[in-house]
Structures are given as structure tokens and as C-alpha cells.
């Protein structure tokens, strides 16, 4: 599977952003999704994952409420819709893909694939 994540950019605290994952192969519905980010200094972190049907969902306690995942598995593609957003949320964020189609998972090292990554800056 190899993903391409697009969608990031500058806005201002409080505004919207909505990425998307495009990914390429016909077993995208056998693969849980997981957004992950990486502020500057910092480690990778997750924000948010899906089951291969999207029923199931999980977050990081930062963005529940503000952050939704959502996956078109006819367009083999995922995505993340942030509102209400925080300069604290200024990261590259990236897009994976799990084995853990059920569950998905917040652990980096259960992803088989990522994306190379969008930036997206909040400015307050």
C-alpha cells in the first residue's frame, strides 16, 4: 500500500482544516488507517485511527471532540477533519496503514505503511 497525504497548510487558531490520504492497491479495505503527528523537537504521536469498515474509532485525549476520522474505502482514501483548531496542533501530520483492521491502533509500530506527510501550521 503507499499512501500520499495532502490537505495540510496555514491557518489560524480556530479554523478548519480537512486532510486526505489517497492510497494506491486494491486491499485498502483489509488495512486499519491511523493519523499520526510530529511536532518539531518531538516524538510522533498518534491522533486518530479507524477500522477497516470506519464503525470503529479512537482518539488521542488532545483532539477528541475537534478532530474526526473518516475513511471512503470506494475511493481508497481516509481522511482527518479538524476543527477548532490550536497553534499547539502545528505539526506534520501523517497518514498509516495497520494490519489491525478491526481495532486499528495508536501505536506507531503496528503500522505497515505511512505517508510522507503534510504540514500544518496554526497561527494564534
Known amino acids: 500500500v503507499q499512501l500520499q497525504a495532502s490537505g495540510g497548510g496555514l491557518v489560524q487558531a480556530g479554523g478548519s482544516l480537512r486532510l486526505s490520504c489517497a492510497a494506491s492497491g486494491r486491499t485498502f479495505s483489509r488495512y486499519g488507517m491511523g493519523w499520526f503527528r510530529q511536532a518539531p523537537g518531538k516524538e510522533r504521536e498518534f491522533v486518530a485511527t479507524v477500522s477497516w469498515s470506519g464503525d470503529s474509532t479512537d482518539y488521542s485525549d488532545s483532539v477528541k471532540g475537534r478532530f474526526t476520522i473518516s475513511r471512503d474505502n470506494a475511493k481508497n482514501a481516509v481522511y482527518l477533519q479538524m476543527n477548532s483548531l490550536k497553534p499547539e496542533d502545528t505539526a506534520v501530520y501523517y497518514c498509516?496503514?495497520?494490519?489491525?483492521?478491526?481495532?486499528?491502533?495508536?501505536?506507531?509500530?503496528?503500522?505497515?505503511?505511512w505517508g510522507q506527510g503534510t504540514l500544518v501550521t496554526v497561527s494564534s
Open positions: 498509516a496503514a495497520t494490519p489491525l483492521l478491526y481495532s486499528g491502533s495508536r501505536i506507531p509500530l503496528d503500522y505497515d505503511y
